[in-house]
């Protein structure tokens, strides 16, 4: 990790570059996400299609501003944000989206986990910031409340009227696209 040549007053160049390094694995994960929802946008069908179809744009809107915050976060840091598909391709640490053409059911089971996965991650990022940076901190954290918001949203659809997700247990898309459509 090459240190930055100046970064944000009181952090040192060290935490700088690892505040950077925390944020930019966010930055893969949240282009990813946004690229995510617009595919399942585009291929949901079935029953509840124009609800779902809809209920996604907002959510991209959001996570693309998000995106943009994180990169400028970095680059307020002293470090160049890496925001090209390549990068992207060649640092993820998951699959690319399993499902195409699906039901609106299947697509929500699917990202049930997507979803999971993302703020997990965005979780662990805050967590390594809270004692560097507080105000990268404070980002990530303002960018849950919308995360964790959206995750319900999908898993309203997902819920029993006795609070059981359909997809419980389930660890892959495809288990959990399964799981729902069974569960519907
Ligand atoms: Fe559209």
Do not use: C
């Not at 240190?3 to 950077?20: E, F, N």
């Not at 996570?63 to 990169?71: E, H, S």
């Amino acid at each position: 990790m090459s240190l930055p040549r100046y970064t944000v007053p009181t952090l040192s160049m060290a935490d700088g570059a690892k505040v950077a390094a925390a944020l930019q694995a966010q930055l893969h994960a949240l282009n990813d996400l946004q690229l995510t929802l617009k595919h399942v946008h585009w291929n949901v069908v079935g029953p509840h299609f124009i609800a779902v179809h809809e209920m996604l744009d907002p959510q991209v809107d959001a996570v693309r501003l998000m995106v943009d915050a994180i990169a400028e976060r970095i680059a307020t840091l002293g470090v160049p944000p890496v925001g090209t598909p390549g990068a992207l391709v060649k640092a993820r640490t998951w699959n690319d989206y399993a499902l195409g053409r699906a039901t609106t059911i299947e697509h929500l089971g699917a990202l049930d986990k997507v979803y999971e996965g993302v703020i997990a991650a965005h979780r662990k990022a805050a967590d390594a910031t809270e004692s560097l940076d507080a105000v990268t901190n404070d980002l990530l954290i303002g960018q849950l409340h919308a995360l964790e918001q959206f995750h319900w949203f999908v898993r309203a659809h997902l819920e029993s009227s006795s609070g059981t997700l359909s997809t419980k247990g389930e660890s892959t898309e495809r288990g959990a696209a399964e799981a729902a459509a069974v569960g519907e």
